[in-house]
């Protein structure tokens, strides 16, 4: 460990403010893809330094597309409002209301309210096709993009085959009410469960897109909501039998998403993407792989030109954070301790108690891909058991292109919409 320790102290760089973080917009050059990640969804940091990279990036780099670990149903109200889509008279905290789904606090939080607002204003300046975009690309808003869908098609094309399948997919769903566990555990004993029904769903859209070009981007998220019935279908479905197959449906969705958010944009669109390490930092290049599990920055290395992606992972060696004790539980404020013994987060904090970042090129790559442990905190989180399963052991220089840490975090600020 002290090896890496003097690696440290000879590569990282101090981050004092918002300005040291123009070696990383160097280091990005001219990246159409960059990942921003987070060690935990509920620090205050990893949200203000994202937004503080993303602000440069759209200003210097002329990225115009977000995309985040959110439901794409909820980011639209972001997305809408943002973009002056609604006539809606509403100000960003009704707009945050939208994130009902647990947990609410990672997106409906003060951090957020800072940087949609900046957003909003940013685009006021700007003509349509420069206005950024804010997205959510996740999996798991299966009834609320199903009736998203029939209430679009119900409005333009009434009588299409579209909202047949639409409403044939909503009813194969239905008895279920709404909660997808009761789905996924039934779909055991279901042959073909639901798939046929948005199978046929998305196929006819795609085939009848034309019909429903739209400047206000209805036809994308026509698009992107049948999209993700479909994959949350076959996601609730692989619940139950597989952690590993449910991650990679998950994953897999996620990039789909994201291309679908390129394609529309056209050939110069550059984009943004806001998710935990986990998802962005490359799973090849952890123990994830051993377990025949892929991840979004894997996938999106591979299907891309190397120059072309840029991933930033984040870290803490200690503070607090928001996060629960139990899946759906209120959520709380919790200390995080010290980081583990020979962790990745340990080797920073020893090599000096202060923010820094590193980025790692083919001077340093080879001093930083040995496999060790890098913590990890989801929306669940009991440190007293962090030893047995918050550390993701890494080859750090092969999982990002560059790292960000802040030794002391504290936790973000929930707007409180939580039911």
């Given at each position: 460990m002290a090896f890496h320790e003097e690696s440290i102290k000879r590569y990282a760089q101090p981050y004092k403010n918002k300005d040291d973080l123009t070696t990383i917009i160097e280091a990005i050059g001219d990246a159409k893809i960059v990942l921003l990640g987070e060690a935990s969804h509920g620090t205050s940091e990893f949200y203000t330094v994202r937004a503080e990279l993303s602000k440069r990036l759209i200003d210097e780099k002329g990225f115009t597309l977000i995309g985040v670990e959110g439901d794409w149903p909820s980011?639209?109200?972001i997305n809408r409002f943002i973009k002056g889509y609604t006539d809606e008279q509403l100000n960003v905290r009704d707009v945050l209301k939208a994130f009902k789904r647990w947990p609410t606090w990672m997106w409906a939080n003060e951090e957020i309210v800072e940087f949609v607002t900046w957003l909003k204003m940013h685009n006021e300046q700007k003509e349509t096709k420069k206005k950024v975009g804010f997205y959510g690309i996740d999996v798991y808003s299966l009834w609320e993009s199903l009736d998203e869908v029939i209430t679009y098609l119900s409005k333009t094309n009434p009588n299409g085959t579209e909202l047949e399948f639409a409403k044939k997919a909503l009813n194969c769903f239905e008895p279920f009410n709404r909660h997808p566990e009761t789905y996924a555990i039934s779909s055991i004993n279901i042959s073909e469960a639901c798939v046929d029904e948005v199978s046929k769903l998305v196929a006819t859209i795609r085939t009848n897109e034309e019909n429903y070009r739209d400047v206000k981007e209805d036809d994308l998220n026509?698009?992107?909501?049948a999209l993700v019935a479909r994959n949350a279908e076959e996601y609730y479905r692989a619940m139950v039998r597989s952690d590993e197959l449910s991650w990679n449906i998950r994953d897999e969705h996620m990039v789909e998403a994201i291309n679908e958010i390129m394609d529309y944009h056209g050939n110069e669109a550059k984009i943004i993407i806001w998710?935990?390490?986990?998802?962005?930092?490359?799973a090849s290049a952890t123990d994830m792989e051993e377990s025949g599990m892929v991840n979004v920055g894997q996938i999106l290395r591979l299907q891309n030109r190397k120059e072309n992606v840029f991933a930033v992972g984040f870290g803490t060696y200690t503070g607090t954070v928001i996060a629960a004790n139990e899946w759906g539980l209120p959520y709380k404020q919790i200390n995080v301790p010290p980081a583990q013994k020979g962790s990745w987060e340990d080797a920073l904090h020893n090599a000096g108690a202060f923010d820094k970042l590193l980025i790692f090129n083919e001077e340093n790559q080879r001093l930083f891909n040995k496999r060790i442990g890098h913590r990890a905190i989801g929306v669940v989180y009991?440190?007293?058991f962090e030893s047995y399963g918050n550390y993701v052991p890494s080859k750090?220089?092969?999982r990002?292109?560059?790292f960000i840490f802040i030794d002391q975090t504290k936790a973000l600020t929930p707007l409180g919409t939580e039911a």
């Open positions: 980011t639209q109200h026509l698009k992107i909501n998710e935990h390490n986990t998802h962005i930092g490359d009991n440190p007293d750090m220089s092969d990002y292109n560059a």
